[in-house]
C-alpha cells in the first residue's frame, strides 16, 4: 500500500472516530441523566425511608428470572428499636446507580413497615450490588455493598440466618477489609 492511501485511510479512520466522539459523549449524558433519574426516583425509599416499626428480613428460597421471587425459606420479624436501629443502617447506605451490576440473585429481602403498612420491600444482591424495590413498584438501585454500611447490612442478615451464611458466596464480603 502507498504512502498516500495509508494516510487517506489515516484521515478517513480520525475523522470516523471524531464522528463518534459527541455520540460517546451523548451516551454518557444519557446515562448520566438516567443515573440521576433513579437515584431521585429512588430516595425516599432509600436514604429518605421514613420511619418505622417493625422490619422483616427474608430468607430467599426459589428464584426465578432475574432474581424474581418464587419463594421465602425463612422470616424474621424484628420491631422497636432493633427495627428502627435496621431502618438506621438502611438509610446510612451509599445509593447510586452507578454501583449496580447487570445480575440480580438476591440471597435476601427486607420490608419496612409504619403502622402496619408496608413502605418498601426489597430484594437485595450483594454479588452485584443491586437492591429491586419490590413495593412500590420502582426501578433498582445501587449500593455500596462493599463498603462499610453495605457489610454491616449484610451481617444484620447473616446473624438473622446463620445457615445461610455459612454456605452462602457473601463470606468475602463479610470478611474482607472495610472501604
Same mark, same amino acid.
Request: charged share 20%; glycine share 8%.
Given at each position: 500500500?502507498? /504512502?498516500?492511501?495509508?494516510?487517506?485511510?489515516?484521515?478517513?479512520?480520525? +475523522?470516523?472516530?471524531?464522528?463518534?466522539?459527541?455520540?460517546?459523549?451523548?451516551? *454518557?449524558?444519557?446515562?448520566?441523566?438516567?443515573? %440521576? *433519574?433513579?437515584?431521585?426516583?429512588?430516595?425516599? =425509599?432509600?436514604?429518605?425511608?421514613?420511619?418505622?416499626? %417493625?422490619?422483616?428480613?427474608?430468607?430467599?428460597?426459589?428464584?426465578? *428470572?432475574?432474581?424474581?421471587?418464587?419463594?421465602?425459606?425463612?422470616? /424474621?420479624?424484628?420491631?422497636?428499636?432493633?427495627?428502627?436501629?435496621?431502618?438506621?443502617?438502611?438509610?446510612?447506605?451509599? =445509593?447510586?446507580?452507578?454501583?449496580?451490576? +447487570?445480575?440480580?440473585?438476591?440471597?435476601? $429481602?427486607?420490608? =419496612?413497615?409504619?403502622?402496619?403498612?408496608?413502605?418498601?420491600?426489597?430484594?437485595?444482591?450483594?454479588?452485584?450490588?443491586?437492591?429491586?424495590?419490590?413495593?412500590?413498584?420502582?426501578?433498582?438501585?445501587?449500593?455500596?455493598?462493599? +463498603?462499610?454500611?453495605?457489610?454491616?447490612?449484610?451481617?444484620?442478615?447473616?446473624? $438473622? =440466618?446463620? %445457615?445461610? $451464611?455459612? %454456605?452462602?458466596?457473601?463470606?468475602?464480603?463479610?470478611?474482607? +477489609?472495610?472501604?
Amino acid at each position: 500500500m502507498t /504512502k498516500r492511501k495509508l494516510t487517506v485511510i489515516g484521515l478517513a479512520l480520525a +475523522g470516523f472516530l471524531c464522528a463518534l466522539v459527541p455520540t460517546s459523549a451523548q451516551d *454518557e449524558r444519557s446515562l448520566q441523566r438516567l443515573r %440521576r *433519574e433513579i437515584n431521585t426516583k429512588t430516595l425516599p =425509599f432509600t436514604n429518605r425511608l421514613p420511619a418505622v416499626d %417493625r422490619v422483616e428480613l427474608a430468607l430467599i428460597g426459589d428464584q426465578g *428470572e432475574m432474581g424474581s421471587i418464587k419463594s421465602i425459606a425463612a422470616v /424474621k420479624t424484628v420491631e422497636g428499636a432493633q427495627a428502627r436501629s435496621i431502618a438506621s443502617l438502611w438509610r446510612s447506605q451509599t =445509593f447510586d446507580h452507578q454501583y449496580s451490576a +447487570g445480575c440480580h440473585e438476591p440471597p435476601y $429481602a427486607i420490608k =419496612f413497615f409504619s403502622e402496619g403498612k408496608v413502605v418498601l420491600y426489597a430484594s437485595i444482591c450483594w454479588a452485584c450490588s443491586n437492591i429491586v424495590i419490590l413495593a412500590p413498584k420502582l426501578a433498582g438501585q445501587g449500593f455500596d455493598s462493599k +463498603g462499610r454500611a453495605g457489610k454491616a447490612l449484610l451481617r444484620v442478615f447473616s446473624e $438473622a =440466618f446463620p %445457615r445461610s $451464611a455459612q %454456605r452462602s458466596s457473601l463470606l468475602p464480603h463479610l470478611t474482607s +477489609g472495610d472501604r
